[in-house]
């Protein structure tokens, strides 16, 4: 028989779960790992408050697709009770490849390997488990189901996990200067042309959604504090697997030890399923069991890395208007490094760097947001007149930042 169940989230209430393969989903280990994966990353070093999970977030952005569902029913669209529940399903999982700390994780453990492939990879094999159950389900979420506009409920500029998470962001961080409308957003939902369309009425919403998303990253996700926290652990993790990789005698719990010892493509993943196994074992709580033990060591880059990240001794992250103005500094900077840790020159890359960083707040290039006017009409977001400049919109801002250990001076 079906279950239904109700969980009280603080971000929007009481949430009805239903349905046996909605059930089966979430009781899964593979999801119940998202318990122990945290939404936000190493952010909560910066907003204390931001230690909710990816398993909060999926079960948000579940509820907002069922009311939009439930919204788009109502107004007449064709939506058959097998959509619906597949729908669901789909951002259930939208989110259940990522790995603990998922941008450092992407960029030195998986590299290559973008996490929405890994989310397949776990559908594929959870649809197998369950006979099938999500042949419909994974079909709109690549975006090959012939109502386009299901797909785009998961995955657009205006979809369910956007809406969730900036709202569910906002509120743990306690930036409420960001948080979002959301059900009035879904209200306002339509589909027209198999696609999904916002009623003329929502213009000023979506405006207040495009500019909460914009000031969440740049206060937020990409907070400068945030950014060298995140670059900090991509350090040590990389320091790791050199040295793993070089023979070097290592701390390593076993779930871990594979994807430090060897580089792996999405087609090893494919070929050996057992890897994929093994990378749903690996959570938060691994990454820094394996840290606390690294302080200890021999490896001076590795354990002064480990012992700063634990104790909060951050890198110093600066904003600077250009790289090349900043290159010179950094070098003699290097060179009170190497000499401070008794180092090679080589290494102190590991502690002084620059990138950058950078976001738009509105691509119309990619599934621009359309607006159906009361005219009938379908006109795309930047092109109405009552919006603010499309130059602003569509502007992609990047910013330089470079990093170097605390108790360093610069003029920059």
């Not at 405006?207 to 996700?221: H, I, P």
């Not at 890395?305 to 003699?332: M, Q």
Request: glycine letters at 4%.
């Amino acid at each position: 028989m079906d279950k239904n169940k109700i969980i009280n989230d603080p971000v929007h209430g009481f949430i009805r779960l239903s349905g046996q393969k909605v059930f089966n989903i979430i009781d899964h280990p593979d999801f119940q790992r998202l318990r122990s994966i945290k939404q936000l990353g190493l952010t909560n070093l910066v907003y204390p408050g931001a230690l909710h999970t990816r398993f909060q977030h999926a079960i948000g952005a579940y509820h907002l697709t069922t009311l939009a569902l439930e919204t788009l029913i109502l107004k007449g669209v064709e939506i058959t009770e097998e959509e619906s529940e597949a729908t669901k399903l789909a951002i259930l999982l939208h989110d259940i490849g990522h790995g603990p700390f998922s941008h450092a994780l992407e960029s030195t453990l998986l590299q290559h390997i973008h996490h929405e492939e890994v989310t397949l990879l776990f559908m594929e094999k959870l649809n197998q488990e369950f006979n099938g159950d999500l042949d419909l389900a994974i079909s709109i979420f690549k975006g090959l189901y012939h109502k386009k506009f299901l797909n785009q409920l998961i995955s657009s500029q205006l979809d369910m996990d956007r809406m969730d998470y900036l709202k569910r962001d906002s509120f743990f961080t306690g930036v409420y200067e960001a948080n979002i409308g959301s059900e009035r957003i879904i209200m306002m939902l339509n589909v027209m042309d198999n696609e999904l369309v916002m009623d003329e009425k929502a213009i000023f919403s979506i405006e207040k959604f495009l500019m909460s998303r914009r000031f969440m990253y740049w206060q937020v996700y990409l907070h400068k504090t945030v950014i060298g926290a995140e670059n900090h652990l991509v350090k040590i993790l990389r320091r790791a697997k050199e040295l793993k990789q070089n023979g070097e005698d290592l701390f390593c719990l076993p779930n871990l030890l594979p994807f430090l010892s060897k580089d792996y493509s999405l087609q090893d993943f494919q070929i050996n399923s057992n890897l994929l196994n093994i990378f749903a074992q690996i959570d938060d709580g691994d990454i820094y069991a394996c840290i606390k033990q690294w302080t200890h060591h021999p490896d001076k880059v590795l354990s002064f890395l480990s012992k700063n990240l634990l104790n909060r001794k951050l890198f110093n992250t600066k904003l600077i208007v250009d790289k090349s103005s900043s290159l010179e500094e950094l070098e003699i900077i290097k060179s009170q490094v190497a000499k401070d840790l008794n180092i090679p020159l080589e290494l102190t890359s590991y502690f002084v760097f620059t990138d950058e960083v950078s976001n738009t707040l509105y691509n119309n290039q990619k599934q621009p947001i359309k607006v159906l006017t009361k005219s009938g009409q379908l006109i795309d977001f930047d092109k109405l007149n009552d919006v603010f400049s499309s130059s602003i919109m569509t502007q992609t801002l990047t910013k330089y930042f470079c990093c170097y250990p605390k108790n360093y001076q610069t003029t920059f």
